[in-house]
Every structure is written in C-alpha cells, then in structure tokens.
C-alpha cells in the first residue's frame, strides 16, 4: 500500500490531487533539468552525482540544457550546476520543477511534487520500497524509479545505514535514464562501473620517489609512494 493511502485510510479521507501554489523564480536560461541530491534522511542520499553529471553534461550541454541543484544551504554544490540551494522559498522550488524538463533526485519532497506536475522523473530508492513512497501522480512513463539492489534482503527503514545501499545505484545507470526519458541520443551503454572503493572519494598523490622533499605536500593531502625495486 502506498503512504498516500496509508495515511488516507488512517485520517478516513478521500485522495484528491493536490493543488501546489508556485512563486516566479527567475533563471537565465529557458531549458532545463532539476537535480535535488539531498533528502531528510541521509541512508537516501545517493555519494556520486558528481560522477553523474560528469557522464550527463556533455549531451545536456550539446542540447542547451542546464542543470539547477536544488537543496539546502548546506548542501555540497555540484559540478556544472546553477546551484541555488537555500536560496529558494518553497513556493519557488515548486516554480522550478514545474517548469522543467526533468528532476533528479532522491526520495523526497520534490519527486511528490513533480508528480502532481506529471513531470518527467528519475529518482533513486534504497532503505525503503520505491511501492510505497515512489510519486503517487503523474504518467508512470514518465518516471524511472531505480531500485537499488539490496541482496535480497528487505530495505532497512534506517535513516542511517552503515554502508549505504543507494550507493549500489551505479552512475552510469542513472545517467542513461536521464537520458533515455530526455530523449537524448548517447554513447553510455558502454560504460561499466567495476569498482568503487572506500577511499573512491578521496585524492591522493602518487608518486615514485627519486627525490626527499617533505614539505612539499600539504598535509591534507593524501600521498602514495611505490617503491620500485
């Protein structure tokens, strides 16, 4: 059962699409997509929209499409974003993704949204089932909802997961939704994520030493020497 009619049969109400009043936010541009890579739980939040956008941009770019993050203030700001997270009222998120091409994003309050606006979706499910919490409006053809895969085992309804199960998602599979629903001709089905490490998102500097500098480095950063016998 869907939450929707769960809490409709709990209150003892009739379901009724929503009407969602919107405030004018200004862009320079006409076409684009919503990324809103954020959520109130932080077992939703998908580690690799940069790898994403990094596949997307190239043939949204070809297209004149753009990309606006939406968010929190807080949020990390994506690469080739307009990102204008925490800057928008909620009447003017509403704006955005009604007057877009698609929205990306997480389980959230905009997929509910861009729903109610039949917009085209790609969203991302793990710690809970994609049945029950997916949008409840909109053209189901329109929406890709991807499930991540979790072994078999039932989603964890955690907020917090210790190893997250949205990150099972693979980037390039979520690129060519996005681009699948755009109907943007692309090259990625022959891109194959193989591995994806803990240490996937840090920088290192690897080197094979000849020389002893040791304040050359910052001490941030991450250094890897090989030794060559």
């Not at 209150?11 to 009043?21: D, L, M, Q, S, W």
């Not at 998120?93 to 929205?103: A, G, I, Q």
């Not at 072994?151 to 997961?161: A, T």
Request: proline letters at 6%; glycine letters at 6%; charged letters at 20%.
């Amino acid at each position: 059962m869907h939450l929707v009619e769960q809490y409709a049969l709990a209150c003892g109400v009739k379901i009724a699409k929503p009407r969602v009043e919107t405030n004018y936010f200004p862009l320079p541009f006409a076409d684009y997509i919503v990324i809103h890579p954020s959520s109130g739980m932080e077992a939703k939040n998908y580690d690799y929209y940069k790898d994403v956008i990094e596949l997307l941009y190239p043939y949204l770019r070809n297209n004149n499409i753009e990309i606006v993050q939406l968010g929190a203030d807080a949020d990390a700001i994506l690469p080739h974003c307009y990102a204008i997270n925490g800057k928008t009222s909620l009447g003017q998120s509403f704006y955005l993704l009604e007057n877009s091409k698609l929205l990306l994003g997480n389980d959230s309050f905009s997929c509910h949204v861009a729903g109610g606006f039949n917009k085209k979706i790609v969203n991302l499910y793990s710690n809970l089932y994609k049945d029950c919490c997916g949008p409840y409006w909109g053209d189901p053809k329109r929406q890709i909802l991807l499930q991540a895969d979790r072994g078999g085992k039932k989603p964890s309804f955690s907020n917090k997961e210790e190893k997250k199960v949205v990150n099972n998602i693979k980037p390039e599979e979520i690129a060519r939704s996005v681009l699948s629903l755009l109907n943007i001709k692309h090259k990625l089905g022959s891109y194959e994520t193989l591995h994806l490490g803990s240490s996937y998102h840090e920088s290192a500097v690897e080197i094979v030493p000849n020389f002893f500098q040791p304040n050359l480095f910052p001490p941030s950063q991450g250094l890897k020497i090989f030794y060559c016998l």
